[in-house]
């Protein structure tokens, strides 16, 4: 016997009868007697509909500031959770299964207090463990948990992948299956390059870069939680028949497991390929070339809350005057260039100059570690397709590429095939 948590993605419950399909792979580990308890996302679009709700509300005439209160917000877009844990706890009961489901707060799944992309702080497993050992299957609403303020809070989107991971590590679980539409992880977005293949494993290290670098599949703080707490995760998919051979695999179910690189036994340079679009660049020309300048730059920002990510300083010419480039999502341009003029004497720069729409491709594996040239194969083969590179960042098992938006496809499809990734 063991204990699994299974998660279901939003197009694996997008209708009632993929729920009742995702009912019968949960039977089938509940039949093979292990312990199971259940995480579930909205039905898919459901979540952007929320959102959308939320942010078109009409305003006061002449405001045009996109204003909503963060835990209204939680408090809206968390109910499409809410429904698929009810219909497949009915589903699970209609197959004579003892199921029952669980709202973040019920448990409670206890989070910090950023609404909109809070943090889960604390899972008691032990009502979970005691209801498993009962027979009970929890169906847990996942992407959602309970602030310090008592208050629904939301995990940021992709976050029920993190509620499962969290509910694993909390009732100690032998293995986390993250079900989605896809069989595994891929050496890239199978969407983008259909010459993409699927991962049999894939190192902690490497997924965290693949999902923070744009991968979707998972979302980055639950790769976080499953490398700190060791929780044995897979991807999988829920569109293969529940009762198909293999699929009630206990050791090596079909799909592709998160696991410690050591697990790896043929370690290739380059394990994937990962994209991000709506990346902007800002640059400040003309920027007083003297100690302080970029801590005056990305102190405001940071405490704005923006993200900023590539960071290019030019030499300057005459020691005096640079130039400096930076990108952020292209959702915060706006508010990037309001701080930047507000702080503009402080800063002391002439122009600020933005572009958005752009693209960064990254290229990511632990064998880059020990291998020499794996950058420069990146642009000589972007430079043969005529795709213009505007910034480079590197860290010792990934390059991140900034591209103009147009070219995205092409450059994914371009470097997987330089690096040998369509080949088996
Ligand atoms: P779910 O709704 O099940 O959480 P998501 O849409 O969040 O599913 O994530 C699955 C999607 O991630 C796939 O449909 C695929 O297009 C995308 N994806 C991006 N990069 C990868 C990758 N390297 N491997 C697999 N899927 C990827
Ligand atoms: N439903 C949420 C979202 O779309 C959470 C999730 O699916 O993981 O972001
Ligand atoms: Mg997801």
């Known amino acids: 016997m063991a204990r699994i948590v299974m998660k279901f993605g939003g197009t694996s419950v997008a209708d009632l009868n993929r729920i009742h399909n995702v009912a019968r792979h949960v039977k089938r580990e509940v039949d093979a007697g292990h312990e199971v308890a259940v995480v579930v996302s909205a039905m898919s679009g459901k979540t952007n509909e929320l959102v959308g709700w939320v942010e078109n509300m009409p305003k006061v005439a002449g405001s045009n500031a996109p204003f909503y209160d963060a835990r209204e917000y939680d408090a809206v877009v968390a109910s499409g959770e809410q429904v698929t844990s009810g219909l497949l706890a009915i589903a699970l009961q209609s197959m004579g299964i003892n199921a029952r489901s669980w709202q973040g707060w019920q448990l409670p799944v206890k989070t910090d207090n950023a609404h909109g992309a809070a943090r889960i702080l604390d899972i ?35 976050g029920s992948d993190t509620s499962a991971v969290a509910i694993a590590a909390a009732v100690k679980a032998d293995r986390c299956d993250i079900y ?12 983008i390059e259909p010459k993409a293949r699927r991962l049999k494993k894939i190192a902690f290290e490497e997924m965290l870069e693949m999902a923070s670098l744009g991968a979707k599949v998972l979302q980055v703080r639950s790769v976080e939680l499953a490398m700190v707490h060791k929780v044995r995760t897979f991807v999988r998919s829920s569109f293969e028949d529940p009762d198909a051979p293999g699929m009630g695999d206990l050791m090596n179910p079909p799909g592709t497991l998160i696991c410690d690189e050591e697990e790896i036994v043929e370690q290739e340079v380059v394990t994937g390929i990962a994209y991000a679009k709506d990346e902007a660049q800002i640059s400040l020309r003309r920027l007083a070339d003297r100690p302080g300048v970029s801590a005056a730059i990305f102190g405001p920002l940071a405490e704005a809350h923006i993200n900023v990510d590539m960071i290019v300083q030019n030499i300057s010419e005459d020691g005096s005057k640079t130039d400096m480039t930076f990108t ?9 260039l309001k701080v930047l003029s507000d702080n503009k004497e402080k800063i002391g720069y002439d122009v600020a100059q933005s572009e958005s729409g752009l693209v960064k491709v990254s290229v990511i594996g632990i064998g880059m570690r020990s291998h020499a040239g794996v950058a420069a194969s990146a642009f000589r083969a972007l430079a043969e397709k005529g795709i213009n590179i505007k910034a480079i960042t590197t860290s010792e098992i990934k390059i991140s590429i900034l591209i103009d938006g147009p070219y995205a496809e092409l450059a994914v499809r371009t470097l997987h095939s330089a690096y040998g990734l369509d080949k088996s």
């Not at 027979?135 to 992407?143: E, P, Y």
């Open 328 to 336: 952020v999502p292209s959702g915060d341009v706006n508010k990037a």
């Open 180 to 191: 989605t539409d896809v069989d595994g992880v891929y050496t890239t977005d199978p969407r």
């Open 124 to 158: 008691d497993g032990a009502d979970i463990i005691r209801r498993m050992g009962e027979g009970q299957v929890a169906v847990v609403a996942g992407f959602q948990g309970l602030g310090p303020d008592n208050r629904v809070a939301t995990l940021g989107r992709g």
